[in-house]
Each structure stands twice: as structure tokens, then as C-alpha cells.
């Protein structure tokens, strides 16, 4: 149901996180596919998000203004569903903006610790 993730990291800037990661700290941009998405390669396997703040997410540099994502292999109804049936309560319906390449809903561990599941749409030819 789950398979890999990506940890996000919500910023004010994101032109000026992508030239911290990369130009200051040496890291590579891996991608950008949107203006509100970028992605950098820390190495060994490690993806961070970079994520302009969002209504959804606390402000940069607070409590939770990390979070963690992990990809679903199915829909996120049907992940939504079985991890209800466990005991997870989300705190957001589906996220679905038709421009965007994912779909998003968001949940937290049993410490506040904000998590989500994010399911990619198929590219379009």
C-alpha cells in the first residue's frame, strides 16, 4: 500500500530554497516540475520536498512545518480506507486541484507528527 516518501519542508521562498540546497549546501535539483514543487537529491536515496507555505501546513520554521509524505500503490481511497479500518483519522479531505500532478490528504502520528499520502496521476502524452 505504501512505497517510499518523501520528507517536505514548507518555505517562504522557494527560488531562494532551491539556491540554499543547492548552491549553498552543494546538493543537486533533482526537479521542478511546478512552481509550487521542487525537489532536491541529498544523496544516498534521500528526496526532499521544497514546498511553498500552504493553508494545509504550518508556517516555515514552526512545529510541523516538516512533514512527511508517503507514495500510495493504489488510490488514495482505497489507502484512505484501509488505514481508517487501522485507526487513522485524516485531518483533510482529498486535496485534488485539477492542474496539479498529485493528490494529497493529510494525517498525523499518534505524537502530532504531520504525515500524508500522495498519489501521482499518470503523465499525460
Same mark, same amino acid.
Given at each position: 500500500?505504501?512505497? $517510499?516518501? +518523501?520528507? +517536505?519542508? !514548507?518555505? +517562504?521562498? =522557494?527560488?531562494?530554497?532551491?539556491? &540554499?540546497?543547492?548552491?549553498?549546501?552543494?546538493? *543537486?535539483?533533482?526537479?521542478?516540475?511546478? *512552481?509550487?514543487?521542487?525537489?532536491?537529491?541529498? $544523496?544516498?536515496?534521500?528526496?526532499? $520536498?521544497?514546498?511553498? &507555505?500552504?493553508?494545509?501546513? #504550518?508556517?516555515?520554521?514552526?512545529?510541523?512545518?516538516? +512533514?512527511?509524505? &508517503?507514495?500510495?500503490?493504489?488510490? =488514495?481511497?482505497? #489507502?484512505?480506507? *484501509?488505514? *481508517?479500518?487501522? $485507526?487513522?483519522?485524516?485531518?483533510?479531505?482529498? =486535496?485534488?486541484?485539477?492542474?496539479?500532478?498529485?493528490?494529497?490528504?493529510?494525517?498525523?502520528?499518534?505524537?502530532?507528527?504531520?504525515? !500524508?499520502?500522495?498519489?501521482?496521476?499518470?503523465?499525460?502524452?
Amino acid at each position: 500500500m505504501l512505497t $517510499g516518501g +518523501t520528507p +517536505t519542508l !514548507y518555505v +517562504t521562498n =522557494l527560488d531562494r530554497s532551491i539556491a &540554499f540546497f543547492t548552491q549553498t549546501l552543494g546538493l *543537486e535539483l533533482k526537479g521542478r516540475p511546478s *512552481e509550487g514543487w521542487a525537489e532536491i537529491d541529498a $544523496g544516498g536515496g534521500l528526496i526532499l $520536498g521544497l514546498h511553498p &507555505f500552504s493553508p494545509h501546513a #504550518a508556517s516555515p520554521g514552526t512545529r510541523g512545518a516538516i +512533514t512527511v509524505g &508517503f507514495d500510495v500503490t493504489e488510490t =488514495l481511497e482505497m #489507502a484512505m480506507g *484501509e488505514l *481508517e479500518r487501522r $485507526g487513522v483519522r485524516f485531518r483533510t479531505p482529498i =486535496l485534488d486541484n485539477p492542474g496539479s500532478p498529485v493528490r494529497l490528504v493529510f494525517f498525523s502520528d499518534p505524537d502530532g507528527n504531520e504525515l !500524508y499520502l500522495r498519489e501521482t496521476r499518470p503523465k499525460r502524452r
